[in-house]
């Protein structure tokens, strides 16, 4: 979570300086604070069970490719690939994580990626 209240804080002093292109408390910093949220549950759930190698690496990548998002949207669509991997290593054995994971790739939807 701490990195994604530093690239928020990035977002905000960038936005304050240089002029927003977008509202910083609009509706994609919503979505941007939802997608923290939901990643944020899902590291904790994942926490407590036993995850493969590639698990914990995809987990890694998507909190990765999220904390680099620094402008309306994130720069492309690998984290909705992501995504849609640790969901399909996920779905069989948790499938209470893969409604978390379903949950983001909406929220991705709704903003175009």
């Not at 936005?15 to 590291?43: F, R, W």
């Not at 995809?58 to 690998?78: F, H, T």
């Amino acid at each position: 979570m701490g990195q994604f209240a530093l690239a928020h804080d990035k977002v905000a002093a960038n936005m304050s300086t240089i002029g927003a292109p977008y509202n910083v408390k609009g509706h994609d910093m919503q979505h941007k604070e939802t997608l923290e949220g939901l990643l944020t549950q899902l590291h904790e759930r994942l926490a407590s069970t036993d995850t493969s190698a590639e698990q914990d690496a995809l987990l890694a990548q998507l909190q990765a490719q999220l904390s680099e998002w620094d402008g309306p949207k994130p720069a492309d669509g690998s984290v909705v690939t992501t995504a849609e991997m640790l969901l399909d290593t996920l779905r069989e054995r948790h499938p209470q994580l893969s409604a978390v994971l379903r949950e983001m790739l909406d929220t991705l939807g709704r903003i175009g990626i």
